[in-house]
């Protein structure tokens, strides 16, 4: 018996959506994969606007937020990696956040 191995491309990502505690991405085989936002603790902490201000990055292998310097890849997404942030650098976020009002 011969078996056939196929490659298949990793899917992309070709939209985004976020709602307070959502994170959801459309990718380019049809699916949508949606995670909490308590993984990705600088979307957690934004504003509906800075959440809305993002592009993709990589020809859709991940999503950049340009306000929060927020990078989330679509293979971490598929593999339920949340954020690798520390949470020294998470703090120093916060305060910079915080001193910049």
Avoid: C
């Avoid at 196929?6 to 505690?21: C, H, K, L, N, R």
């Avoid at 959502?22 to 993984?39: E, F, K, M």
């Avoid at 890849?73 to 910049?100: F, N």
């Amino acid at each position: 018996m011969t078996i056939s191995a196929v490659e298949y491309g990793s899917p992309f990502a070709v939209s985004v959506q976020t709602t307070d505690d959502t994170l959801s991405v459309d990718l380019s085989d049809g699916r949508t994969i949606s995670v909490p936002l308590g993984g990705y603790p600088r979307l957690g902490h934004a504003s509906p606007e800075e959440r809305a201000n993002w592009r993709l990055i990589g020809k859709g292998e991940g999503v950049h937020w340009i306000d929060l310097d927020e990078d989330v890849s679509v293979k971490g997404l598929l593999a339920g990696h949340p954020s690798g942030e520390s949470q020294e650098s998470l703090k120093r976020w916060l305060e910079s956040r915080a001193a910049a009002r």
